[in-house]
């Protein structure tokens, strides 16, 4: 066992005796706000909520500390389950051994200063937390399908044209209903965000830029600017980028962060990027996306900087099929970059949750006879090429992660009923995207025309 592996069982074991088996500090600590439509969560797996422009009016720290997510906090201090957590709550269903994100999140954050502040404190106290990943606004180059509009200002420009999916139950992605402030000078949300700043920052060990893509938002280099005259030597600084934006702008921003890390104004930082498989494949999931491009960029960023890259692999309904590429490639880079000595970490790294929503996405509709055995050859190629004491090859705790996947996938059965409301929106969905965009999915995955065949049936015999 690793040593990050005993220290999340420690934490696990010393809060389930102390306080119970659904607490969650990201719930106090960590926080997501999306400040073009004035929504918050703490992690990626509950949806966002809005945010009351009322609770601003005298605590700007309600971008964060809402009535709703302190009812949640309630909840866990009692032993109950929110209903949003529901993704941890699957995976420690499925046996004791298995490890969460709420595992790893509750060691990740842990200090006793920060515990005792949560789990003794009221639960309806404010809490500046200690994680901070932040949207200014929804400007992006990039369309993916499981996005949403609100997201993405391209996406959200298609749907306007061509309205929304209506052929679907699932992502219809609507926008009339939304209110989204496109200039960040006149959003109220950034307003208060700047409000909080000063005492924000005070407790922030790691903040993290998203977007939208955030190369392309104003506030971005505003906030390096003010990094930059306001050092935060205790920083770790954390940016979303697609990579797939002008050469010149990742090497602003790889010149800018090289200059704070060099100087000592900020203690680290790290790009983040996303990618679920390779080749046209993946520019079909991630429309907009120029892999030419995307690769001088990330050569650009990685000998510009000394800092790591990090993956964010959605881990979806097309990655299955050719997910070891992707993999094949992971080990191409680390053997190009290394790791850093000292610490054995690599510059380039990956994680893989799996996506559940939009349903048209989720693995768990594919026929497993016929798609598990590509999820076995994946995990097979990755115990294959498994050593945590080499800096081209896969950590245990990345083959754990991606088994729980593999294992997840194999154990999940869903009802008739859901298997058909995905199956079908499946069909109308990707026949719509293609027509909309101009692009032909059966001739990038060959490989699923049975299965799309078998959505076909379904929209046939259970039409919406």
Request: proline share 5%; hydrophobic share 30%; with cysteine.
């Amino acid at each position: 066992m690793s040593n990050e592996q005993q220290r999340i069982k420690d934490i696990k074991i010393k809060i389930e005796n102390e306080v119970g088996s659904t607490f969650c500090l990201a719930k106090w600590h960590h926080v997501t706000m999306y400040l073009q439509s004035g929504e918050t969560h703490s992690c990626y797996h509950p949806k966002p909520h809005k945010i009351p422009l009322r609770e601003l009016k005298d605590n700007p720290s309600a971008l964060h500390n809402t009535l709703e997510k302190k009812t949640e906090r309630k909840l866990m201090l009692e032993g109950e389950k929110p209903s949003g957590c529901q993704y941890c709550w699957n995976i420690e269903a499925m046996g004791p051994d298995y490890i969460s994100d709420r595992h790893i999140r509750n060691a990740s954050i842990f200090t006793e200063e920060r515990y005792q502040q949560t789990a003794k404190g009221a639960w309806n106290q404010d809490i500046n937390p200690e994680y901070l990943e932040i949207n200014f606004g929804n400007e992006c180059n990039f369309k993916c399908g499981y996005c949403h509009p609100k997201y993405s200002t391209s996406f959200f420009s298609e749907i306007k044209k061509n309205g929304p999916v209506a052929t679907v139950k699932n992502h219809r992605c609507d926008v009339d209903w939304m209110t989204l402030y496109q200039r960040e000078e006149e959003n109220p949300y950034v307003d208060a965000f700047w409000e909080w700043w000063p005492e924000l920052r005070k407790t922030l060990n790691i903040m993290r830029v998203t977007g939208g893509e955030p190369t392309m938002h104003r506030s971005t280099w505003q906030l390096l600017e003010q990094i930059e005259t306001e050092p935060m030597p205790w920083l770790e600084l954390n940016i979303n980028s697609n990579l797939g934006t002008k050469t010149s702008l990742v090497e602003k921003l790889s010149d800018s962060v090289k200059k704070l890390c060099d100087d000592k104004k900020i203690r680290a930082f790290k790009l983040f990027t996303s990618m679920d498989t390779w080749g046209k494949r993946a520019e079909y999931i991630r429309t907009g996306l120029d892999l030419d491009l995307w690769e001088q960029n990330f050569h650009t960023y990685l000998t510009k900087t000394d800092s790591p890259i990090t993956f964010m692999i959605t881990f979806n309904i097309f990655s299955v099929t050719t997910f070891k590429s992707l993999l094949e490639k992971m080990l191409e880079w680390r053997n190009q970059y290394g790791w850093y000595d000292d610490i054995k970490s690599h510059r380039v790294r990956f994680d893989t949750p799996y996506l559940r929503d939009p349903i048209q996405y989720d693995m768990n509709i594919l026929p497993k006879e016929e798609f598990m055995p590509y999820m076995y050859e994946s995990l097979k190629y990755m115990e294959d090429n498994l050593d945590d004491n080499a800096s081209n090859k896969f950590t245990t705790v990345e083959y754990e992660k991606f088994k729980r996947v593999v294992d997840y996938m194999s154990e999940t059965v869903y009802t008739d009923d859901k298997l058909i409301e995905g199956r079908r929106d499946f069909y109308n969905w990707f026949n719509e995207l293609d027509e909309r965009r101009d692009t032909d999915m059966l001739s990038i995955f060959p490989e699923y025309m049975k299965f799309y065949r078998l959505c076909q049936e379904a929209n046939q015999l259970n039409p919406l």
